[in-house]
């Protein structure tokens, strides 16, 4: 891999927490809005007093009408006010919930998505850039439904325990009634709650399934093309739609089943009721009115009852969401600084002493590397596939920690110096160099913020007339995200113009291993020539151009220095670099050749 940030392996985080910390520290975000969770909690008492008054004061009239008194227009009016108050504390306590939660998430997404642009390069070797994704939007979405679902669910229990207290106060033998009914209902929600999640997981995993091979059949589609295998890729999908459709139709029948089972049970609890409460009522040991009332809190409590069934599991899932969330805000970089001194110039000396370095646990890719590139020196890496050519650049860009030697930037320890400063004072041009989404001018001056116009036009003058030739946008023009309407050879003109803005102390830079026409070449090797000039840089070579023009070569041999020397001095040597020019670049020279010819010609 020659490119300088590649590697995302997908891998999973390493801490596991227990429920109480990561409730701590959900509880601890939450601590600034203190004063709206009391106003909260107020609200939510005065609302199930108030719904649980209204059946009562009904229950009332209906005992006056039948001794016969007149209607009470104040209990009627109790029962307009008590109602209203209570949907209104009710509207106020979903809005502060919905202030909590929004809160609550917009704190977690930045503290994780700055963990993210935070980590170093070793992190994002372990976790790919979907996970991170899923982890700053979905993650923190799933956390925020389970939070506002635990803070209603609270309130309805409170609703309740007020309710179900009421009704034990009526009548003690309603209480018992309720009691005999809630745990039956309770049981065949959960019941159900087990048999709905089993099918939404087969739902899950078979959309996970369409939509690989959706993005499968997407991504190698030229490629299924050119070997005339859509018809293959039809049938993939013939049969994974196939069998989505009937997963989701069998979990939309056992949806359909929940909730007219529920209801059934609701309906034996008020047959229950009826029954049991009439006959108290017929012998006079029960007023209407209190039959009423029970009838009444059994249709207010059957919905709370039902989701508690389902609160414990959908509590347990937003703490798995929320313990992603933390891993990652908790996750640790590789590379430590031991202290950050000011970087203010440098004059970009890179000298490397006994340095071992290897990827996680795998072989080390250096073991004992030394070697020194002067400030201002001009050296090429080459070597084999593997060499280790990128993962020297990686180190020089302080992209991983090294675990032996030391690297020396003007002779300080690279481990002492403050990074941004340091990273500050580095260029780097990856093979494939990234581009925003903005206008051109835009994605050059990202390479020093706060550049004007003014700087932007002078750093695109010095890449001279390849740039006009090359580039067919004006400076305003917009840029698709990635580049995607931009050439190898275009991307790099626009990194090197962020290069000539920058003026960086030392550059990294990575050549294309695929070909630019050799009138691009030629001017880019040109706009190299003098970036190059006054600065120290480390290239990646893939051209021939490239290494015939450098101060020096160093040829790297699974990870070791192997020659090292100018170009015709090491060509003449008859070692690994010969070896290496005649498999690699020679056939460039002729490849060129022909190709000079062809431009000429036309
Ligand atoms: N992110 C990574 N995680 C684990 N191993 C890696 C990673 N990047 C590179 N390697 C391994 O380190 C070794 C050196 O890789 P490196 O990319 O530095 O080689 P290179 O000389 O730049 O090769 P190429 O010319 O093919 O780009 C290889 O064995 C490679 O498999």
Redesign the pocket.
């Known amino acids: 891999?020659?490119?300088l940030f590649?590697?995302l392996?997908p891998d999973d985080y390493d801490r596991v927490y227990r429920n109480r910390e990561l409730i701590a520290r959900i509880g601890h975000r939450l601590r600034p809005g203190t004063r709206r969770i009391a106003l909260a909690v107020v609200l939510t008492v005065g609302a199930s007093i108030l719904t649980s008054a209204v059946p009562v004061a009904i229950a009332r009239m209906i005992d006056q009408v039948r001794d016969g008194s007149h209607l009470t227009w104040t209990i009627s009016a109790f029962v307009i006010v008590a109602a209203a108050a209570a949907w209104a504390m009710n509207w106020g306590r979903q809005r502060l919930i919905a202030w909590l939660v929004g809160d609550l998430v917009l704190r977690l997404q930045r503290e994780v998505a700055e963990a993210a642009l935070a980590r170093d390069?070793?992190f994002h070797?372990r976790h790919s850039v979907g996970k991170v994704l899923s982890r700053v939007t979905g993650d923190t979405e799933s956390f925020s439904a389970v939070m506002t679902l635990t803070l209603n669910f609270f309130s309805q229990m409170v609703l309740v325990v007020v309710l179900g207290s009421v009704v034990f106060a009526v009548d003690p033998r309603l209480g018992l009634i309720l009691l005999v009914v809630t745990p039956l209902l309770v049981g065949v929600a959960l019941l159900f709650r087990r048999i709905a999640r089993v099918a939404a997981l087969r739902t899950r995993q078979v959309m996970a399934q369409v939509n690989s091979t959706v993005h499968e059949s997407m991504v190698g589609i030229l490629i299924a093309k050119s070997f005339g295998r859509e018809e293959s890729l039809y049938q993939d999908f013939r049969r994974v739609n196939r069998l989505s459709y009937l997963v989701y139709v069998r979990q939309g029948l056992i949806y359909t089943v929940i909730l007219p089972v529920l209801t059934m049970i609701s309906v034996l609890g008020t047959a229950a009721l009826l029954v049991g409460g009439g006959s108290l009522a017929i012998d006079g040991s029960l007023s209407a009115g209190d039959w009423y009332f029970a009838l009444h809190a059994l249709g207010l409590l059957w919905l709370p009852l039902t989701q508690a069934a389902s609160f414990w599991s959908l509590f347990q899932q937003g703490l798995a969401a929320s313990e992603r969330v933390f891993a990652l805000i908790d996750s640790e970089d590789s590379v430590r600084q031991t202290a950050a001194e000011p970087v203010a110039d440098l004059r970009g000396e890179i000298e490397i002493r006994d340095l071992r370095f290897g990827?996680?646990s795998?072989a080390p890719?250096f073991d004992r590397l030394n070697l020194r590139i002067a400030a201002g020196e001009t050296v090429a890496v080459v070597?084999?596939?593997?060499?280790?050519?990128?993962?020297?650049s990686?180190l020089v860009l302080r992209g991983y920690e090294f675990q032996q030697g030391a690297l020396l930037i003007d002779g300080r320890d690279i481990r002492r110096l403050d990074l941004a400063e340091y990273r500050h004072r580095l260029g780097v041009v990856p093979q494939l160099p990234f581009i925003f989404a903005g206008t051109l001018a835009e994605n050059i001056a990202y390479a020093r913020p706060g550049a004007d116009r003014a700087d932007v036009q002078r750093a695109v003058d010095q890449l001279g007339e390849v740039w006009a030739r090359c580039i067919p946008f004006a400076l305003d023009d917009q840029m698709a995200s990635l580049g995607r309407e931009l050439s190898t050879g275009q991307r790099q003109l626009i990194a090197l113009a962020r290069i000539f803005l920058k003026q960086p102390a030392i550059l990294l830079l990575d050549e294309p291993t695929a070909s630019i026409d050799p009138l691009t070449e030629a001017g880019i090797q040109q706009a190299l020539t003098r970036l190059m000039a006054d600065r120290t840089v480390l290239v990646?070579a893939h051209r021939l151009a490239t290494i015939r023009h450098v101060d020096r070569l160093l040829v790297?041999d699974h990870?070791r220095v192997v020659e090292e020397g100018d170009f015709d001095t090491l060509l003449a040597a008859g070692g690994h670099f010969t070896d290496l020019y005649a498999s690699y670049y020679a056939h460039q020279q002729t490849g060129r050749e022909a190709e000079q010819r062809q431009w000429t010609r036309s």
């Open positions: 891999m020659s490119d590649a590697g392996h390069a070793s070797d990827y996680g795998g890719v070597g084999r596939t593997g060499a280790g050519k990128s993962t020297l990686k990646i790297l990870g």
